[in-house]
Nanobody, 123 residues
């Protein structure tokens, strides 16, 4: 499985961005997808995930109500819509895939990782 993340960039606080993650090598509906982020000097942290089969979504408290994860199985792509962005949202964002139906928020639950896309929010 290969994951290709894109859509990062520089945005002002309060602005919006939509990240995309295109998957190849395995039928898209056979794994759950998540987004993580890592700021300089920090550990990689969970942001959001959609379960296998799009049964449910789950968000970190820090992004709940501002970010939305969704997927388009016809395009083999998962999205992260980010609104009301804050400077503390600045990080490299990674998409990840897991074969279990409901992976947790730990990085160890995910077997596949994309290369990351930089999001910078200016104040």
């Amino acid at each position: 499985v290969q994951l290709q993340a894109s859509g990062g960039g520089l945005v002002q606080a309060g602005g919006s961005l939509r990240l995309s993650c295109a998957a190849s090598g395995r039928p898209f509906g056979t794994f759950a997808m998540g987004w993580f982020r890592q700021a300089p000097g920090e550990e990689r942290e969970f942001v959001a995930r959609v379960s296998r089969g799009s049964i449910s979504t789950y968000y970190a408290d820090s992004v709940k109500g501002r970010f939305t994860i969704s997927e388009d199985t016809a395009k083999n792509t998962v999205y992260l819509e980010m609104n009301s962005l804050k400077p503390e949202d600045s990080a490299v964002y990674y998409c990840a895939g897991a074969t279990v139906v409901l992976p947790g928020s730990s990085t160890t639950a995910y077997e596949y990782w994309g290369q990351g896309t930089q999001v910078t929010v200016s104040s």
